[in-house]
């Protein structure tokens, strides 16, 4: 297998060029996809628009678009997938800031839905981003095929369920009051961050129709991916500060929360999400060329700040 | 136009037993559909099955079902439809009673799901009901046509959206603090109820493939029916009492919520309940005696306790 290519400030400047790029179009098509406020109840679609519209990386579609390319799917077409399945992170967020989950007053710097609205319409908001992920994916303009249609639908609800997304999420809201062993963390997190990025990269591969053997690769660079975000994401909890994150530095720490770095120590998780960095590129080796940003991307992640 | 059927015992003694067995099949379809509690994450299993399985009358499921069966459609080919709308149902029941909503103790005479588990499990496990409903659909075991099984995940998150029911619930929590016209608490009760009761009737023409005067028909049957059970239930609001309601009555009235009893005074309300039955049942007449139970249902809902 090749290495994966060793970092250089040029590759950064084209991965960084390229994220731009791709979150760009992504908030374009989110802003054409999203209700604008009308009507008595328009505050929902206030909060959703905020929520939505309060920046973030966009690694998800990021995803999506450049998996969708290795299999022939142009930006254009896979655009609608990589909304939906930020609706859907979105969604997550503004739930998962709620007192009753995590409390955060701020994310990205900036006050928190339930903060700058009020927790009813955080929980509606919320709701309503999840709610219109498949009414994205399951409108014609998305595939022409409505078989392929359907397995979107039926694997973004897979990945954001309770046997997904939302079970890492009750994991993580018990962790406080259980003994986490490294192996239920690593669960916690292939549940919590995993599963979705699992199906932004799947995702690409359905919408090529590039067979099982394809989506059973961008799956797993996907959980290599997302479990190196992860430990990035928890390093930075530890070693950054509220003003650089835009959220509360130490939070995890102060609500005793087990994370990989707990266990492994600060260096010993850098290593974890090296080599995990390094995995992901190794399975896009076949690809060639037009692979190299998706390789790029996790070694990028691992060292952004930690 | 006929009239519709004048009640009498034996016709509520038939719709009483089709309602029992609609509710029997469709918790038999739920118990296979949701998870078991497994894992670490098991709690929000345990949390979902407790919310669906606090009884209720079910009469979305009827609705499906008994709709569906005019166009041909079997009860099985029906249930996983059925089932779908009434964990979306349960899911919205879940929210609208957590703390920052209507803050409600008790449902059905049990204690709401963020009682008997805690906050945050009850918006994990109302999110992932929304979100199995979706998988439910999308699956290839609801219909054989993928283009179908797509309208009704469309059409569901239409009906349960921001647009929908979700934005019905926006205009409720903030009801408090406008002064909302008839119309206003027309459109308030059109959205929050209205809407999954005209998906569930137009989903019975959906999965016939019945054609869109047919899907039109069922959803004004079902926006008539929706409205005279909503002023019912208003009704039992004021005249009931908690032990009977299994809820906390008067919460209506004293939360200063308008609604069209508040508007319309109790025998105004009775009144337009009436009618609104007997509008739903004449636009059923030309199905004959295959629609009896779907004619006597919105009289009977009427009639129930107010």
Redesign the interface.
């Known amino acids: 297998m090749d290495k994966a290519p060793e970092p250089d400030a040029t590759q950064d400047t084209h991965l960084a060029v390229a994220l731009a790029k791709s979150a760009r179009q992504v908030e374009e098509a989110l802003d054409g996809l999203l ?1 604008r406020p009308h ?3 328009g ?3 206030e909060a ?1 628009r905020y929520a939505i519209f309060a920046g973030g990386k966009r690694l998800r579609p990021f995803l999506v678009l450049h998996c969708a390319a290795l299999y022939g799917v142009s930006e254009k077409r896979a655009l609608r997938t990589a909304a939906a399945i930020e609706a859907v992170h979105t ?1 997550s967020l503004v ?1 998962d800031d ?1 007192p ?2 995590d409390d955060d007053d701020l994310r990205r710097g900036q006050p928190t839905v339930h903060r700058a609205f ?4 955080a ?6 981003l ?3 992920a ?2 994205i ?4 303009e998305t595939h022409d ?3 392929i ?3 979107l ?2 694997r ?3 990945a ?4 997904g997304m ?6 993580d ?2 962790a406080p009051h259980r003994a ?1 062993s490294p192996d ?1 963390v690593a ?2 997190q292939r ?1 919590k961050t995993g599963a979705l990025f699992e199906f932004s990269c799947e995702a690409g591969a359905i919408l090529g129709q590039a067979g099982s053997e394809e989506e059973d690769r961008m799956r797993q660079y996907a959980a290599d991916l997302g479990l190196a975000f992860q430990i990035a994401d928890d390093l930075l909890d530890v070693t950054g500060t509220t003003q650089r994150l835009g959220k509360t530095a130490g939070k995890d720490v102060d609500q005793g929360k087990a994370t990989l770095v707990s266990i492994y120590g600060i260096d010993g998780a850098r290593q974890k999400a090296a080599a995990l960095a390094e995995d992901a590129a190794a399975l896009l080796a076949g690809h060639g060329g037009a692979a190299t940003l998706l390789q790029q991307l996790p070694r990028y992640i691992v060292d952004r700040d930690s």
């Open positions: 209700p009507g008595l109840h505050r929902v679609h959703m969604y739930h709620l009753c989950m009020d927790e009813a319409t929980v509606l908001a919320g709701d309503a999840l709610t219109i498949f009414e994916l399951a409108d014609p095929s409505a078989e249609r359907c397995r639908v039926a973004l609800a897979q954001a369920g309770s046997n939302i079970g890492g999420q009750m994991i809201m018990q986490l239920d669960l916690l549940l």
